[in-house]
């Protein structure tokens, strides 16, 4: 556990946090109060799911794809090491980055997408919104509170991006938006983790499949920079392992560089204290200019060659119907959910009106993995299915 004597002035020091939501007595002296949150999430259902939720590819078109587990994984690694290089807090940054897909639909941004689209006219879907919802309601682990009960530190890390609207609803984590203040820098580093993970594996992914070759991918600078360097010192390496080789190196600069620049950043704006960080007038975890652009160029890429790639944008539309036909089917009849959730919407429309009915039937499909999603539409699409 890093203790005070190891952290930076700046970094959150579980001495000072902010507490939970539901007072319960420190955790035993071989942990701390943020390595209990990270082992709530470890252990939590909604964790367990991401292991067949989509990154990029639903599940079943193969078995080495990311998914949101692998992917909550890597965001975690990138995370300490450099959690680590800068003094801040290891603990509660892998807990954020281990808990920031929990909210996640199935079929990755397709399915959020298009709940987002079926919740409208009922406040909308987010999964960073979803995600929170997850351990401060949803998880149903323990006996004295509903959720997780996670630290204020944890929770407001998760909660990445925030309307104002939203905000004001939220409480304790949603001041920092209507104050327009930062994060802890530890949030700020879990949510550049998850841009490194996603931009680097969807490269290594992507190739994988096939949907872009490295011939294309050399367009990319980053990308052709390590290519070239790993075909020069390896000639005659094959495919495989100069992709793994490639995808490693562009990694490590990029991560040394977020480590420097917000080292640079950190030395020239000197911040006394994690409240110095929070009133700062912008992040202070970042990238240096060039490296920005090469993500930039990376991420755009990405977006234009894979993520519209044609066999992707095809299961992206089949995702979305079966989101749309399972709220829709849900939400006009709660005699065809299981009984908890059907309890659920009955009490949550009580209390809320249509906006709560509908708020359960999301909660439901949020909760779905890919191939849960999938089977449930056929039990209630096809008539050979039961």
């Not at 562009?250 to 950190?266: K, Q």
């Amino acid at each position: 556990m890093a203790g005070p004597a190891t952290l930076a002035r700046y970094a959150c020091d579980e001495a000072r946090s902010r507490g939970r939501r539901h007072p319960e007595p420190p955790p035993a002296g071989h942990r701390g109060e943020y390595q209990r949150d990270r082992d709530r999430i470890v252990h939590s259902t909604a964790f367990r799911r991401l292991v067949y939720k989509t990154q990029v590819f639903v599940n079943h078109e193969g078995d080495l794809y990311r998914t949101r587990l692998t992917h909550s994984l890597e965001v975690a690694q990138i995370g300490r090491s450099a959690c680590g290089a800068l003094g801040l807090n290891e603990s509660l940054c892998e807990a954020i980055c281990l808990a920031h897909d929990l909210g996640h639909t199935p079929f990755g941004h397709a399915g959020q997408d298009a709940l987002n689209e079926c919740m409208r006219d009922h406040g909308g879907f987010e999964h960073n919104l979803q995600s929170l919802r997850v351990v401060d309601e949803l998880e149903e682990r323990y006996a004295e509170f509903p959720g997780l009960n996670l630290t204020f530190e944890c929770r407001e890390g998760i909660l990445k991006h925030c309307s104002q609207k939203n905000a004001a609803t939220l409480g304790d984590v949603g001041e920092r938006f209507l104050r327009r203040e930062q994060p802890s820098l530890e949030a700020q580093l879990a949510n550049i983790a998850d841009e490194v993970a996603y931009n680097n594996h969807d490269v290594d992914d992507g190739l994988r499949a096939g949907l872009v070759s490295t011939r294309e991918l050399r367009e990319v600078r980053l990308f052709a920079r390590h290519h070239d360097a790993v075909e020069a010192r390896y000639p005659g390496i094959s495919e495989r392992r100069l992709i793994h080789e490639v995808v490693r190196r562009m990694i490590n600069e990029v991560v040394t560089d977020l480590i420097e620049s917000t080292r640079a950043r950190l030395e020239a704006a000197a911040p006394a204290d994690v409240a110095a960080v929070r009133t700062h007038g912008s992040p202070l975890v970042g990238f240096g200019e060039r490296i920005a652009a090469e993500h930039l160029e990376a991420k755009r890429f990405l977006r234009e060659r894979v993520y519209r790639h044609f066999r992707v944008v095809r299961m992206t539309t089949k995702a979305q119907r079966v989101v749309r036909e399972l709220f829709d089917a849900f939400f006009g009849d709660l005699r065809t959910l299981p009984d908890e959730h059907r309890d659920a919407a009955r009490r949550l429309e009580a209390a809320h009106g249509p906006a709560g009915r509908a708020r359960a039937v999301a909660d439901y499909i949020a909760g779905m993995t890919d191939r849960y999603a999938i089977r449930e539409h056929e039990r209630l699409f096809d008539p050979r299915v039961s």
